[in-house]
């Protein structure tokens, strides 16, 4: 099974930036899309960002032009660039991974712990 371990979160003031970082380990056959989502107080998790493993990506409209997201497929790693952050990016951000413990096995997925994204002055 995937273990998914987020790293980057903290407190910034409105037009910074962040960068996170989400590496999975563990047995699989192969990871196939990695995503960022987020979650903020009182509201539904929402997706952020979606990387592939072609590296093709879509972005949720709140953030595009402002968010990257990219993969590391070396190391497993998906990262997430946070530029020009609001105060309504505040949320917990969860990594997502979707992937095969085998070669015939169904996909399924893993969720990191979350790490909190804090934007205030």
């Known amino acids: 099974q995937v273990q998914l371990v987020e790293s980057g979160g903290g407190l910034v003031q409105p037009g910074g930036s962040l960068r996170l970082s989400c590496a999975a380990s563990?047995?699989?056959?192969?990871?196939?899309?990695m995503a960022w989502y987020r979650q903020a107080p009182g509201k539904q998790r929402e997706l952020v960002a979606q990387?592939?493993?072609?590296?093709?990506?879509n972005y949720a409209d709140s953030v595009k032009g402002r968010f990257t997201i990219s993969r590391d497929n070396a190391k497993n790693t998906v990262y997430l660039q946070m530029n020009s952050l609001k105060p309504e990016d505040t949320a917990v951000y969860y990594c997502?991974?979707?992937?095969?413990?085998?070669?015939?096995?169904?996909?399924?997925?893993?969720w990191g712990q979350g790490t909190q994204v804090t934007v205030s002055s």
């Open positions: 990387i592939t493993s072609g590296g093709n990506t």
């Open positions: 563990g047995r699989f056959f192969r990871i196939y899309a």
């Open positions: 997502k991974a979707d992937y095969q413990i085998g070669q015939v096995t169904n996909v399924i997925d893993s």
